[in-house]
């Protein structure tokens, strides 16, 4: 499952919480991304989350499920995503939901599917960190750090630099993506034009772009170009 990522520079999130007529999927969905993720972090249902799978599904590019709670597990997703946030002290958000996860669904889980990912989340204004109880006052080594214990101590395959709502300090992320020895560096928040695109891409490897689709189309299907 980790060859099935390597090679990927570009991902759309788009959340089943938020309206995406038919054309602006479609136009998502053809732009070059290597794959589609769904995921969000609230409002998530599973009604909502096979709806919009199934829409996704007519296209001919990978669908990943971003797994952020139970109510959102659907089968049929090429990959399934699972946050465990580095930097908070609800193990809930670490290892807590999880175990139930395993405890509940244990006998269905497609483990050779599933890939974890060590989140950093650095956006103290965003929702996630809300929710997670995230420690976001970190400088650039410590988010390195952390980097380094998803990586080297946990051997996580995919090391998320997560600024929700907001484009990051990209220093930090450079700090973050050198620290990496075999995890694959994501990055998301605040891509919202080619520019962003192109900075975020040159110290990561692969950009996740969400909010720009449901804000500025034209310029959210132009950062495929700008990173590929």
Known sequence: MK???KPWRHIFKL?????????????????????IMVGGSSGVTYDNTVDLMSRVRRYELPCVLEVSNLEMIVPGFDLYMIPMVMNTADTMWITGQHQRAVEEYGYMIPWDLLIPEGYIILNPDS?????TGAQTDLDAAGA?????????????PVVYAEYSGCF??????KKIHQSLHSAKLFYGGGIHDPETAAKAAAVCDTIVVGNAVYDNLQQALLTVKAVK
Not at 18 to 31: G, I, K, P, Q, Y
Not at 146 to 151: E, K
């Open 127 to 131: 929702t996630v960190a809300r929710v």
């Open 15 to 35: 959340d089943p919480d938020r309206e995406l007529d038919d054309n602006t999927l479609e136009a998502v969905c053809m732009s070059g991304t290597d794959a």
């Open 3 to 5: 060859q099935m990522i």
């Open 144 to 156: 390195a750090a952390y980097g380094q214990v998803a990586d080297k101590l946990m051997s996580l």
């Open 168 to 173: 990051g300090d990209m220093d930090t992320v």
